[in-house]
């Protein structure tokens, strides 16, 4: 089936550690977004990229990195710099061509917790 | 600057009731595009509509429908007879735009939880 796949569902972090949550698609998408959600903030951008080994800083990027080798392919690194990074983390995926809809599919998340 | 307002934090009725989910958004662009994405307890973000701004024609797909209006800046969803099956969390979002005109990042509205009761 085609979709989004986002592991591991559930991660938890010491306090200093980095920790990559790993996002893949199957749809052939140009485009890859990944998203933090907290409690009554909805969605805010942490980086995204058009293309590969081309990315760009969203609205929330410090203590995080990405890297895009692959088109299917846009891993999240959460580094120890990221102050609170306990939160919701979503990864998506759209066209890039305006005709084809931009509509961004999600996959189903990780949930990181520090302990 | 962009923004997407959606007032309802949380709404709860009773199943078969109607119930309607605002969104007010705010735009300089005159090309924009506008989303609606269901939330479910499993977290994944499912699409339902995608509307541009020279499209103003409301939109009905079963138990939905939508309300756009330029006018007024709003694209509010409708649930009519509404199922415990909806009880989910619903964004509204708003293609950002650049010198360019709409791109395809989305401005996210806080989202409003709906709760529908058995």
């Not at chain 2, 360019?100 to 009761?117: D, E, M, R, S």
């Amino acid at each position: 089936d085609g979709g989004i796949t986002q592991s591991p569902k559930y991660l938890f972090r010491k306090e200093g550690q980095n920790v990559t949550l790993s996002c893949e698609q199957n749809l052939n998408h140009d485009a890859m977004y990944w998203y933090r959600q907290d409690p009554g903030q909805g969605l805010r951008l942490i980086y995204y990229s058009q293309i590969v080994n081309d990315f760009q800083k969203g609205d929330i990027a410090e203590g995080y990195s990405v890297s895009r080798e692959k088109k299917e392919s846009f891993p999240l690194t959460v580094t120890s710099a990221q102050k609170n990074p306990t939160a919701f983390y979503l990864c998506a995926s759209s066209t890039i061509y305006e005709g084809a809809g931009w509509i961004a599919f999600f996959g189903q998340g990780t949930r990181l917790t520090v302990v | 600057a962009q923004k997407v307002t959606q007032a309802q934090t949380e709404i709860s009725v009773v199943e078969k009731e109607d119930v309607t989910l605002d969104c007010v958004y705010e735009t300089r662009d005159t090309t924009y595009y506008l989303f609606w994405y269901k939330q479910p307890p499993s977290g994944e973000l499912v699409f339902l509509i995608r509307r541009n701004s020279f499209d103003e024609q409301n939109e009905i797909s079963g138990r939905y429908s939508w309300n756009f209006q330029k006018s007024t800046s709003s694209f509010n969803f409708t649930i009519t007879a509404s199922q415990v099956v909806d009880s989910a969390v619903y964004f509204c979002a708003l293609s950002e735009s650049s010198w360019g005109g709409a791109t395809n990042k989305l401005i996210f509205g806080t989202g409003t939880l709906l709760a529908v009761q058995p």
